[in-house]
């Protein structure tokens, strides 16, 4: 009987054993993170990456551009990716950014017509230092005069109705691209680029009739339960909800597509050596939306990460294979031109 018992436990044991080993296949999981603008476009590129090759895992968690560059340099992200550049706190070992998914900043307004109760918002034109004066505050009432004469064909529909502003709470790469892009045509109003928002307004906090979200899909839902309200989102986000058409530097009022900010984006040439793209916002492009904005994958170039190879199969993936085939669809532009070129020799650097 004890024989028995012996043997039942032995058997006991090794059974315990395989099952708490781990599969000879098992994929290595790599842990990524940061901007929230481009994570419907890399999520859906996870989950194709993913089911393609069973050798590594990759996640992606949107955090936003600042959490997603500080947890790249505490190595609590295998890779990350942001929608703007390091201030401060720049990794000690050696990395990069690759361009790896483009895309356009909208402007959604929640404005109806004041005969028919129409929605106004994708019809509303705005020229470059007419939306700065109205994300800053100086414009309090949608009957301003600059409003009016931006939009003579529409003038008598636009209600009397106060101006909100809705931005970016925190750190947000796409707060930084906004004010990158308020600062290159209104200087004198937005004289600060910075990841956060709210200390950038004219004068260093937020005008009295704004209201903040975390992120993009937060700025999304209080501008449609706001009436009067303004916001900005990456084009993913804004789901079709109606935006400004915004005057590029050919004089044309252009909404936010991805076939009009790839227009924009395809003439990026000012890349350096780093993979950092500096955009010129006064491009004379016929029919490019003016507001269009680069995100970058982070990586380490020093061999010493977790699962150096599984990171460069992901970004040459996301360049050739992802980009191409899903951006549009979700509402991105995939890297294409210079940018696409130099781009694919930074992923080779990914050890």
């Not at 307004?109 to 007419?130: H, V, Y």
């Not at 339960?225 to 990456?234: L, R, S, W």
């Not at 044309?252 to 227009?263: H, R």
């Amino acid at each position: 009987m004890r024989r028995t018992l012996a043997i039942l436990a032995s058997a006991a044991v090794a059974v315990s054993t395989i099952a708490l080993a781990a599969p000879a296949n098992a994929a290595n999981t790599i842990s990524g993170g940061g901007a929230s603008f481009p994570y419907p476009f890399l999520s859906q590129c996870a989950a194709d990456f993913n089911a393609s090759q069973t050798n590594f895992d990759i996640q992606y968690t949107s955090t936003g551009s600042g959490t997603g560059k500080s947890n790249f340099t505490k190595g609590q992200f295998v890779y990350a990716q942001t929608d703007s550049k390091y201030s401060s706190g720049e990794p000690t070992f050696d990395w990069e950014y690759i361009p790896n998914i483009g895309g356009a900043i909208a402007f959604p307004i929640n404005l109806k017509n004041a005969k028919t109760g129409r929605s106004l918002g994708s019809s509303i034109q705005l020229k470059q230092t007419t939306l700065s004066k109205l994300l800053s505050g100086n414009l309090t009432t949608w009957r301003a005069p600059e409003i009016l004469n931006d939009n003579p064909r529409i003038a008598a529909a636009i209600p009397n109705v106060p101006v909100t502003v809705a931005y970016r709470s925190g750190n947000s790469g796409t707060s930084n691209n906004t004010l990158q892009y308020l600062n290159a045509w209104a200087p004198t109003i937005w004289s600060k680029v910075q990841d956060d928002f709210s200390t950038a307004f004219p004068g260093g906090k937020p005008p009295a009739s704004s209201v903040s979200g975390k992120d993009n899909a937060a700025v999304l839902s209080l501008v449609a339960g706001k009436p009067g309200a303004i916001g900005y989102v990456d084009l993913g986000d804004a789901k079709g909800y109606p935006s400004a058409r915004i005057q590029n530097a050919k004089g044309e009022f252009v909404a936010p597509t991805s076939s009009s900010a790839g227009k924009n984006l395809a003439n990026q040439t000012n890349i350096a050596t780093n993979g950092l793209v500096t955009l010129n916002y006064k491009l004379p492009v016929s029919g490019a939306y003016p507001v269009a904005i680069f995100s970058y994958m982070l990586v380490r170039t020093d061999g010493k990460g977790p699962n150096g190879l599984g990171v460069r199969q992901f970004a040459d993936y996301v360049l050739q294979k992802c980009g191409p085939s899903r951006a549009p669809g979700l509402g991105y532009v995939a890297v294409g031109g210079a940018v696409l070129a130099k781009a694919k020799t930074l992923a080779l650097n990914i050890k």
